[in-house]
C-alpha cells in the first residue's frame, strides 16, 4: 500500500485480478493465429506437385464476387477432391494482414478464372451446427502460393499438368517415384519441369535417368536445362554404383556421354546462369582428373564472371593451385 493513498476494498482488488489475468487469455489466441501465417508465410515456395499433393480439394473456379469477407467463386472443374457446393467461399485476407513486407495483397477480380489450391477453413466454430453453415468455407493453400490464375493463352498444358500431378501424387511413394520419372518424356512443356523439381527435392535421381536428362540438356528452356543439369550433378555426387540391368560397359557409355553433354553445357550453352550449373555437375564429376583440364579452361575463358568465379571455386575445392 502507497503511504497516504487507501486501500481499494478487496472486491475492487479481485475485479482488477481477473481483469489483469484476462488479458494473456485473450491475446494468446489472437498471437498464436498471427504467429501461424506469418510462418506459413515464411515457408519456402512450394513446386507445383507438392500443392497439388498436399491440397484437400483442387479446383477450377470462375471469381463471382471478390469484394466480399469470402470470395464467392463458381466451381468450373473439380480437379482433386470433391467439392461441398457449385459455389465456394474462399477465406483469405487473414493473408493479407501478415504477408511479409513488399509483397502485393491477394485479391479476386470479378470474373477471373483461377486454378485454386484448398485446405479446410480453419476457423470454424467448434459446434456441429456451426460447422455445417461453413462448411462451403476453405482457404488457400499457402496464401498465394495456392492459386494459379488461367492465363488467356496455354491454360490447357496447365489444367492437363494438375491433372496428371494429381494422379502421381495419389499413388504409393515408389510409385510416385516412377510417375514422376515419367513426367520428363511428356510434350507437356509443365510436367517435366515439374516432374525435374520434384525429383531434385527427394534426392531420387539414379543413372537409369542419364538418356532423359541428356536429352533435356538440349532443351530449348533454360530453366529445364537447370533443373537437368542438377539431377545429373546429384547423380554425379553420388558416386552411384552400376545399375542391376544392362552390362558394365552400357552403364559407363551412358555416364560417360552425360559427362560430355554437360561439358557441352559448360563450355558453349548460350546462358550463363546455365553454365553455372553445369560447372557445378562437373566439380561433382567422381574422377577428378577427368574435368580439371576444362575447369582451368572454363576459369580463364568464359565471358562471364560468375561462371569464371564457379570454376575457380571448384578448383580450389579440389585442392587444385592455378
Known amino acids: ?149 488461367v492465363p488467356a493463352e496455354g491454360a490447357g498444358a496447365i489444367f492437363d499438368a494438375v491433372r496428371r500431378l494429381v494422379q502421381v501424387a495419389a499413388q504409393d511413394p515408389a510409385s510416385q517415384v516412377e510417375g514422376l520419372q515419367g513426367l520428363l518424356d511428356s510434350e507437356n512443356p509443365v510436367l517435366p519441369e515439374a516432374g525435374l523439381e520434384e525429383m531434385a527435392r527427394l534426392r531420387a535421381a539414379t543413372p537409369v535417368l542419364y538418356p532423359r536428362l541428356i536429352r533435356l540438356l538440349r532443351n530449348p528452356s533454360p530453366r529445364l536445362r537447370i533443373r537437368s543439369l542438377t539431377l545429373v550433378q546429384q547423380i554425379f555426387s553420388s558416386r552411384p554404383p552400376l545399375p542391376r540391368s544392362g552390362s558394365a560397359e552400357e552403364a559407363l557409355d551412358e555416364a560417360g556421354e552425360s559427362l560430355a553433354a554437360v561439358l557441352e553445357r559448360a563450355r558453349n550453352d548460350p546462358d550463363a ?31 562471364s564472371q560468375e561462371v569464371r568465379f564457379e570454376a575457380e571455386r571448384a578448383l580450389f575445392r579440389a585442392g587444385v593451385r592455378r
Open 1 to 149: 500500500m502507497i503511504a497516504g493513498v487507501p486501500a481499494p476494498p478487496a472486491a475492487g482488488w479481485a475485479r482488477l485480478g481477473r481483469f489483469v489475468v484476462s488479458i494473456p487469455l485473450i491475446a494468446a489466441p489472437v498471437l498464436s493465429g498471427f504467429t501461424l501465417l506469418s510462418a506459413e508465410a515464411e515457408m519456402p515456395p512450394l513446386n507445383l506437385f507438392q500443392r497439388a499433393a498436399r491440397a484437400s480439394l483442387v479446383v477450377h473456379v470462375r471469381v463471382h464476387e471478390g469484394a466480399l469477407r469470402f470470395a464467392l467463386v463458381d466451381v468450373l472443374e473439380v480437379l482433386k477432391g470433391s467439392a461441398p457446393a457449385e459455389r465456394l467461399r474462399i477465406a483469405f485476407r487473414d493473408f493479407n494482414f501478415s504477408r511479409p513486407r513488399g509483397t502485393d495483397p491477394i485479391t479476386f477480380p470479378n470474373g477471373e478464372e483461377e486454378i485454386l489450391f484448398l485446405t479446410p477453413y480453419s476457423q470454424v466454430p467448434r459446434s456441429q451446427k456451426k460447422k455445417e453453415k461453413y462448411s462451403d468455407v476453405f482457404e488457400l493453400l499457402l496464401g498465394a502460393q495456392g492459386r494459379i490464375t
Open 273 to 303: 546462369a546455365v553454365r553455372v550449373q553445369a560447372v557445378q555437375a562437373l566439380a561433382a564429376w567422381p574422377e577428378h582428373a577427368d574435368v580439371e583440364a576444362d575447369l582451368r579452361a572454363i576459369a580463364s575463358q568464359d565471358a
